[in-house]
């Protein structure tokens, strides 16, 4: 499933009370919203001052809520113990009934929240991890964790990129189920995106010779499901 109209909200500031997204969260459910969605990040640059934590107000949001997609877009999944967030992510679902989505990128130290912290910075290394982080998680979920999400064959994993530097994230998106953009120059390029992200896979699909914008050189992850492109 995927939203078709979602909110996409930084807990920053006045809006880092997690009593205040809850409210939010059930407002845009009333209103006919189809996803709720926040930033997931650990410190960010002035004048932001006061965060958030992304996940205690998923899960806040997520029991009270009964209908919205939600989830962190995106989480840098190197700078995560990725068995702690595999329990994390099946018991979100389980709380939400089978409503997370997890977004997953590299992220970045524009912020200051990798190298104040020891984390990685190479940033070959960080998608390094983010790959071996992604095919780990598929693993706790198809049941060497239990118990497993509520979701089959699994909980939906959107990849984040940006417009100018999109190509792995694109690759790695085609083997996922679905791509979430940062930095659209205009509308018109998110139909390219999800034409991009469709190519990948249907060439992948048809068995074409490996080329550097192949996600044939990666293996499939376990319990892979099939989604729209872009999605």
Same mark, same amino acid.
């Given at each position: 499933?995927?939203?078709? %109209?979602?909110?996409? !909200?930084? =807990? +920053?500031? &006045?809006?880092? $009370? #997690? /009593?205040?997204?809850? @409210? *939010? ?84 130290? %524009?912020?200051?929240? !990798?190298? =104040? +912290?020891? &984390?990685?910075? $190479? #940033? /070959?290394?960080?998608? @390094? *991890? ?90 499939? =992850? ?10």
């Amino acid at each position: 499933m995927s939203a078709k %109209r979602g909110i996409f !909200l930084a =807990p +920053f500031d &006045e809006l880092a $009370d #997690p /009593r205040l997204l809850v @409210e *939010l969260a059930q407002r845009a459910e009333r209103s006919g919203w189809d996803g709720f969605f926040l930033w997931d990040h650990v410190n960010y640059r002035p004048p932001v001052s006061a965060l958030a934590d992304p996940w205690i107000a998923l899960a806040a949001i997520a029991g009270t809520t009964e209908r919205l997609r939600l989830g962190p877009m995106v989480t840098p999944l190197s700078r995560r113990r990725v068995h702690k967030v595999a329990r994390e992510t099946a018991t979100l679902d389980r709380l939400s009934a089978g409503r997370l989505t997890l977004g997953v990128g590299l992220g970045s130290d %524009r912020n200051g929240e !990798l190298e =104040p +912290f020891g &984390e990685e910075l $190479d #940033p /070959r290394r960080r998608a @390094e *991890l983010l790959d071996q982080g992604l095919d780990r998680l598929a693993a706790f979920w198809a049941g060497e964790f239990e118990p497993p999400p509520v979701q089959s064959p699994r909980i939906p994993v959107w990849v984040a990129g940006r417009w100018k530097t999109r190509r792995r994230p694109l690759e790695r998106a085609a083997r996922w189920d679905g791509f979430f953009p940062i930095e659209l120059p205009d509308p018109d390029a998110l139909a390219r995106l999800a034409g991009e992200v469709g190519e990948l896979r249907d060439g992948a699909s048809e068995g074409s010779t490996s080329s550097p914008r192949s996600p044939r050189q990666m293996p499939p =992850p376990p319990g892979r499901r099939p989604a729209r492109p872009g999605s």
